[in-house]
């Protein structure tokens, strides 16, 4: 489905990917770990060609991704992505959201796309949404928003960039449900998350970046649970620690999300 062979990015003088090789196979769900600044997201946005990549190969479905390749916008059909900073229209209700792109790229009929959205908000429980704007949604409801916008376009993968990092703690599981849905479904799903407890419950592989460079990678249970790597121990005791202190009631007892 995806396959990344020695891919290398640098803005300017700064490498920020330093020789990435992976494969995520139809189905398959993958989720990216690391501090930030470890080149996590580049990777993502240089698969969907947002950003060019210097050296190296990136494919989608067996066909090389170029940015200035006259097939790109075909291949983006393939693949969603869903942002930290969920990206709606302000001046378009849910609806109108989950339907631009099939109306306006693949030429989907308007009765037919809207049709269409209006199952995909009830999938991610927002069929009281539909004809409310972004400001009048939670920042969970307007993730979940976006994610059935991604799965308008029917892709065949769907890359996930921090989308839970941008929410307030109790807004986090209503996301994290819809996406554990989507992997229970079969979709091939790229993630970059630090909710490793997520990770742990629906990942097939678990790769951790630092540094530019994927250090270590394997089960979720191997690499969340028993890592070989001195770096990666020390990151996830550092999400560890942060997350107690999150969760921490007033009076000292630790919260349920703990």
């Known amino acids: 489905m995806i396959e990344i062979t020695d891919v290398h990015k640098s803005f300017g003088a700064v490498p920020v990917l330093k020789g990435i090789t992976l494969k995520v196979e139809q189905g398959e769900v993958v989720c990216l770990i690391g501090a930030s600044g470890s080149g996590k997201s580049t990777l993502l946005r240089c698969i969907n060609a947002l ?15 170029e940015q200035r390749s006259r097939h790109i916008n075909q291949l983006r059909t393939h693949v969603g992505m869903v942002f930290q900073r969920f990206n709606l229209f ?3 209700t849910a609806l109108e959201n989950v339907m ?3 109306v306006h790229v693949k030429r989907v009929p308007p009765a037919q796309a809207r049709e269409e959205a209006v199952e995909l908000l009830a999938k991610v429980g927002l069929e009281q949404k539909l004809f409310a704007y972004p400001h009048q949604l939670s920042g969970g409801q307007q993730q979940r928003v976006a994610i059935a916008r991604s799965l308008a376009m029917k892709p065949k ?4 960039d921090e989308p839970t990092s941008a929410l307030d703690p109790e807004l986090v599981g209503e996301v994290l449900n819809v996406m554990r849905t989507l992997a229970r479904e079969g979709m091939t799903m790229l993630v970059v998350t630090h909710e490793m407890g997520f990770a742990r419950e629906v990942a097939d592989r678990v790769c951790f970046l630092h540094a530019g460079n994927i250090i270590e990678q394997g089960t979720a249970q191997q690499v969340l649970c028993s890592p070989r790597e001195p770096r990666t121990c020390e990151f996830l005791r550092h999400v560890l620690t942060n997350r107690i202190a999150e969760h921490r009631m007033p009076n000292g007892a630790l919260g ?3």
């Open 51 to 65: 950003e060019s990549y210097d050296a190296g190969e990136i494919k989608l479905l067996d066909q090389r991704v």
């Open 90 to 92: 302000p001046h378009r």
């Open 100 to 102: 631009e792109g099939p």
């Open 157 to 160: 993968a769907i890359l996930f």
């Open 256 to 258: 349920a999300a703990a």
